[in-house]
């Protein structure tokens, strides 16, 4: 079969994609390819998924017209400065390194076409949230295919460049947040006798049940707290408890200073 895409780097992010995308039916094991410098990886990757190996980035290229590109950043200098990886005009190249511009990937692959994405890492269980670029020459066809790759690790939405890091703390950062407010609530679960098991399946679930009913009851979140909130009953003593402490401004402070840093090291 056809390698229709390849992965350089098969890392954690790499080895999440590739599950989504098998898992999904967007391509099969052997339309997939990766790469990494250590056998220990390209084994591991191997047995997982079942996708072709290679030992380098070159190789990977000569085999895929779409490529993911899925490095650290500090490996971006020697890809392309020492072990001198060049991209045609075939290449679309989708870029998940964080604070790479696409400007700057195209001083390296002047010929190909990029994508710059934002993933979140919820992407390791299928439901990430992405946004994502369109670079300049792409195609409505690269958009297709962009969107069909991300969905199948959860939801992707095209935003413009600069809007990548409100990204980084709307999404990329904002798990970390929702992980406190599940051990939170948790932890208040175990204070009133539930056991530490039975509080943090409820908590995280709830949390699950809200996402899906912000993205799928056409109802607005102030809508959506009316409904839980019966007058004169519980949900309104914890929620009149949030808005004294501050509790929206305080997750909004958390978002701002995420973007803030974002933004300093993007100018780095
Ligand atoms: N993790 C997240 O939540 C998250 C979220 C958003 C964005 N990202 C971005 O996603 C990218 C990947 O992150 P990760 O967590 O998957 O990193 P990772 O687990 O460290 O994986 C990096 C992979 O790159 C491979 N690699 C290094 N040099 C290479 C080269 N010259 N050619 C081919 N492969 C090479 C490594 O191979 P070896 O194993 O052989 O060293 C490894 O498999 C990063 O740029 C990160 O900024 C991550």
New binding site residues.
Partial sequence: MTVKIGF???????SAMIKGLIAKEVYAADEIAA????AA?RDRIAADTGVQVFAS?AETAEAADILVL????K?II??FNE?KLRLEHRHLLIS???GLRIETLATYVPDCRIVRV????CCMVLEGAAGYVMGPGCTPADREVTDRILSAIGLAVEVRECDLDAVTGVS?SSPAFLYMAVQAIADAGVLHGLSRDAALTLAAQSMVGAGAMVLNSGMTPEQLIDGVCSPGGTTIEGVKTLQEKDFKSTLIDAVNATVKKSQEMGRQ
Avoid: D, Y
């Avoid at 350089?8 to 790499?14: D, H, K």
């Fill in positions: 350089i780097g098969a890392g954690r992010m790499a790469c990494a410098p250590s990886t980035a899925a490095v650290k950043p490996n020697p890809l072990e998940i390194v964080a934002m993933p979140n890492h990329g």
